[in-house]
């Protein structure tokens, strides 16, 4: 049955994920190969299906075989003792009548519990991969940040690694002074997403302690230190609602004129006010509706509406155009003023105004200092500033 439960459930998984990119397989002439792949686990999902279907109709029968023997040897049994002359006519029919209705009702029962055991391996094969415990509850003592956030940041000795994987931090050290704009540089694998997901507490310091204004981000609520953040990331999350509900989840309790502030200093009030139905316009699935720009305004004025003394960059505008990234670049400039921000980018021109370049390497800071200062001096940042340059001017 479990098996049965796997192979259907991988089924429908694997079904749903193909029509969900169906783009991508028709952009890649791939509908043969998937074919041939949906055929491979439907088949696997029948043979299981027809293995479950056997053992049922071997309960069936052995349930019949056992309900025959049994109705015999009642009939058998109760004849018996009329012949005796210990049971009445009326006695024999009575245990007869009830023993017959329970025997054919237990085949019912029977036939509901194999069933019953089918559906709920189905049902365990789904609650194993929704139940799945939460390893990052509040602590018990956990409380709100107490009083005004000023925003400054520390990273003490902080160590982490991902399951089955070496140390992505090891001894980690970071300490960001309240309105200081830090950008964190390095090649893929440095560690830089993994200092913003640990901020964020999406996984949690397995060494060391990460302080917010000299609190230990454990000892704070999720809602608590989520009050502390705003996020702009990369590939922005719009649910399928309007233009005004999506620029309100930054704070659910803001008015109409706080959300059109917000978008008018996010720089995307005349864009929106321009659609067929201004900010009540619904943007689609995911914000299909909007171009990439466009989404990333939005999430600039969600983040003005939270209006959070600490502010995440992840890649904002790696995935523009040039004129896209200018409005989205300027929006974030009036953004960042008196905020905290952390940010994490492949395009160098984006952190030149910053206050401070983190250079990271294998989990280490090989560099700190002011963009101008790490310009003037070779080493990492001045190699990959090169580098930009003369991709740049290959591309030209």
């Not at 994920?17 to 043969?32: E, H, S, T, W």
């Amino acid at each position: 049955m479990g098996e049965y439960a796997a192979a259907a459930a991988g089924l429908e998984g694997e079904t749903l994920d193909v029509m969900g990119n169906i783009a991508l397989v028709r952009a890649f002439g791939m509908r043969r190969q998937e074919l041939m792949r949906f055929n491979f686990l439907a088949g696997k999902e029948m043979g299981q299906r027809l293995r479950s279907q056997r053992y049922m109709e071997k309960l069936r029968m052995l349930h019949g075989a056992l309900t025959a023997l049994l109705t015999v040897g009642l009939l058998f049994w109760t004849v018996m003792l009329w012949q005796h002359g210990t049971a009445s006519v009326g006695e024999v029919v009575m245990v007869i009548t009830l023993g017959f209705a329970i025997l054919y009702g237990t085949r019912d029962l029977a036939l509901a519990l194999v069933e019953t055991v089918q559906y709920n391996a189905r049902l365990s094969e789904v609650l194993s991969a929704l139940l799945v415990p939460h390893d990052m509850p509040d602590r018990e003592d956990a409380v709100q940040h107490p009083g005004p956030v000023r925003g400054e940041i520390v990273f003490e000795e902080v160590g982490f690694a991902y399951p089955g994987a070496a140390n992505v931090l090891d001894g980690f050290n970071l300490h960001i002074a309240a309105g200081t704009r830090v950008g964190l540089v390095g090649r893929s694998g440095s560690g830089k997403s993994t200092v913003l997901a640990l901020l964020q507490r999406l996984r949690f310091v397995q060494a060391g302690r990460i302080l917010i204004d000299g609190q230990d981000i454990r000892s704070l609520t999720d809602d608590g230190l989520r009050a502390c953040l705003s996020i702009v990331p990369q590939d922005v999350s719009l649910l399928h609602r309007t233009v005004m509900e999506n620029i309100r989840y930054g704070r659910p309790d803001a008015t109409d004129d706080a959300v059109k502030a917000a978008a008018a200093a996010a720089g995307c009030a005349d864009f929106i006010e321009a659609m067929p139905e201004g900010f009540e316009t619904l943007v689609g699935d995911r914000g299909v509706k909007l171009s990439g720009g466009q989404r990333q305004r939005i999430a600039i004025a969600r983040a003005f509406l939270r209006n959070a003394p600490i502010l995440i960059l992840d890649e904002a505008t790696s995935a523009l155009d040039t004129e896209s990234e200018a409005h989205v670049q300027k929006a974030l400039e009036r953004l960042m003023v008196g905020r905290t921000v952390i940010a994490v980018a492949h395009r160098l021109s984006t952190l030149r105004n910053f206050d401070r370049i983190v250079v990271m390497q294998d989990g280490r800071i090989v560099e700190d200092g002011s963009p101008t200062l790490l310009e003037q001096q070779d080493g990492p940042y001045k190699n990959f500033l090169n580098q930009q340059v003369t991709h740049s001017n290959d591309v030209a």
